[in-house]
């Protein structure tokens, strides 16, 4: 149980375009998904936490109007990242809490590889 | 602001050997929990053990365990008997019981292990 799914598992674009990735409970309902960001040999970065129904909260120095979180339903949060560019290409992550369990409850997806070129 | 320190950015085992892996962290708090998070090549996170911060005994799975140390805020992990499957990065992580929610991350331990 409580498995989280991302799509997809890479993806290549050009620069400028807009991306979306989607991060899915499959077999629980996710009261909050969060979002992070890791460079190669590095640690998470969490860029942005996401709550059903209402607009997600950045951390700092995260562009909100960068990268857009939506989480329209209990089951799936979707990043979009807007007008892409090189160094944008990362590793991105997403993982889910479980509603009715303890806040320290996250299950992690298997991550999104973006590569804009 | 709480923080959470790996000390040592890469550690080496021989298969069926025993390592610990260091951590410690900072916080203000009375409440949160501790976690170690394997990151294989896959990239997949996998959550290895996880302890209570109001818990005085050691959380153990199977081969890993924990030797956590409130007072010196101190969250090592030991790995019994290493199998080749647990080369991987390691991370230490922090949360506390409030509303936040965030997972702190450490900056990771890269364990290779021997054959």
């Known amino acids: 149980g409580a498995v989280v799914s991302q799509h997809p598992s890479w993806v290549i674009c050009k620069s400028g375009t807009s991306v979306k990735i989607e991060c899915r409970s499959l077999?629980?309902?996710?009261?909050?998904m969060f979002w992070y960001r890791q460079f190669p040999k590095q640690s998470l970065m969490l860029m942005a936490t996401?709550?059903?129904?209402?607009?997600?909260?950045?951390e700092q120095g995260v562009e909100k109007d960068k990268f857009l979180i939506n989480h329209a339903s209990l089951t799936l949060s979707t990043l979009t990242v807007t007008s892409a560019h090189p160094e944008d290409s990362s590793f991105y992550i997403c993982?889910?809490?479980?509603?009715?369990?303890?806040?320290?409850?996250?299950?992690f997806g298997p991550g999104t590889r973006l590569l804009v070129l | 602001a709480q923080t959470v320190t790996q000390s040592q950015p890469e550690m080496s085992v021989q298969e069926a050997e025993t390592v610990t892996l260091s951590c410690t962290y900072d916080?203000?708090?009375?409440?949160?929990?501790l976690f170690w998070y394997k990151q294989p090549p896959s990239r997949q996170m996998i959550l290895v053990i996880r302890q209570e911060a109001y818990k005085q005994q050691n959380a153990t799975e199977n081969r890993f365990s924990v030797n956590f140390q409130k007072a010196a805020k101190s969250f090592s992990l030991k790995i019994s008997d290493s199998q080749l499957g647990d080369a991987a990065m390691y991370f230490c992580a922090y949360i506390d019981g409030g509303a936040t929610n965030k997972l702190i991350f450490g900056t990771g331990t890269l364990l290779a292990v021997q054959p």
């Open positions: 993982s889910a809490g479980v509603a009715g369990l303890a806040v320290e409850t996250q299950y």
């Open positions: 916080t203000s708090e009375s409440d949160y929990y």
């Open positions: 996401s709550n059903e129904g209402s607009k997600a909260t950045y």
């Open positions: 077999d629980f309902q996710a009261t909050t």
